[in-house]
T-cell receptor
Framework: QKEVEQDPGPLSVPEGAIVSLNCTYS??????FMWYRQYSRKGPELLMY????GNKEDGRFTAQVDKSSKYISLFIRDSQPSDSATYLC????????????FGGGTRVLVKP | GAVVSQHPSWVICKSGTSVKIECRSL??????MFWYRQFPKQSLMLMAT?????????EQGVEKDKFLINHASLTLSTLTVTSAHPEDSSFYIC??????????FGSGTRLTVV
C-alpha cells in the first residue's frame, strides 16, 4: 500500500464546473499538506499549503484537511481551461527541510 | 518570489556518455536541495537529498555512483548522470525548501538517452 493514495484520473469537467480532488494517506505523523499543479514537462508549482486540520481558501481554490480521517481535498471553483494540468498532493512530517511524500497525481481536463 | 533555475530544460545524449544538470537558487541560499525523477504519467520519486558542503543522502535503490550529486555552494547543486543508458531517460526535477515549509521547484530537465 502506498503511503499517499491519489486517483490518477483523468478527471474531465466542463468549463465553470467545480473540480474536486482528494488524497488519502496512512502516516498519522504528517502535519504539513500541500497541493501542487504541474503542467506537462514543467516543474510543480505550489497552489495551497495547510498545516494540520482545517480549511483554507485562496481565490478559486479551497483546501481541506481532515487528519482524523487521513483525508485531504482540493476544490477548484469556476474551473477554466487553463486549469487543465496534473494536480499533486504532497505532505511532510516536519517543518522546512524535510522531504515531501507525493501522491501519484490526478490529471484534470477542463473542456471549454 | 524564490526561484530555482534548472538547466538544461531538455537534453539528448548518446548511451554511455554523462550528462550534468544544474539547479541554481537565484535569490536565496539553498543549503538543501532535493532531486526527483519522474516517469511519464507518474509522480515524483525522490532520488537524493544534497546538503551544501557534505555528501548527499540517497534513497534506497538509487545508485550513488551513477547519479553523482554535488552541492559545492549555497546557490548551486548539480546532478550528473554517468554512463547514461536508455532506461535513465526521464524527467529530473530539483527542489529547495523555503521558510515556512514551502518548497520551490525547478522547471525540470527532460533527459533522453539514445
Amino acid at each position: 500500500q502506498k503511503e499517499v493514495e491519489q486517483d490518477p484520473g483523468p478527471l474531465s469537467v466542463p468549463e465553470g464546473a467545480i473540480v474536486s480532488l482528494n488524497c488519502t494517506y496512512s502516516n498519522s505523523a504528517f502535519q504539513y499538506f500541500m497541493w501542487y499543479r504541474q503542467y506537462s514537462r514543467k516543474g510543480p508549482e505550489l497552489l495551497m499549503y495547510t498545516y494540520s486540520s482545517g480549511n483554507k481558501e485562496d481565490g478559486r481554490f479551497t483546501a481541506q484537511v481532515d487528519k482524523s480521517s487521513k483525508y485531504i481535498s482540493l476544490f477548484i471553483r469556476d474551473s477554466q481551461p487553463s486549469d487543465s494540468a496534473t494536480y499533486l498532493c504532497a505532505m511532510s512530517e516536519w517543518a522546512a527541510g524535510n522531504k515531501l511524500t507525493f501522491g501519484g497525481g490526478t490529471r484534470v481536463l477542463v473542456k471549454p | 518570489g524564490a526561484v530555482v533555475s534548472q538547466h538544461p530544460s531538455w537534453v539528448i545524449c548518446k548511451s554511455g556518455t554523462s550528462v550534468k544538470i544544474e539547479c541554481r537558487s537565484l535569490d536565496f541560499q539553498a543549503t538543501t536541495m532535493f532531486w526527483y525523477r519522474q516517469f511519464p504519467k507518474q509522480s515524483l520519486m525522490l532520488m537524493a537529498t544534497s546538503n551544501e558542503g557534505s555528501k548527499a543522502t540517497y534513497e534506497q535503490g538509487v545508485e550513488k555512483d551513477k547519479f553523482l550529486i554535488n552541492h559545492a555552494s549555497l546557490t548551486l547543486s548539480t546532478l550528473t548522470v554517468t554512463s547514461a543508458h536508455p532506461e535513465d531517460s526521464s524527467f529530473y526535477i530539483c527542489s529547495a525548501p523555503m521558510t515556512g515549509s514551502f518548497y520551490t521547484f525547478g522547471s525540470g530537465t527532460r533527459l533522453t538517452v539514445v
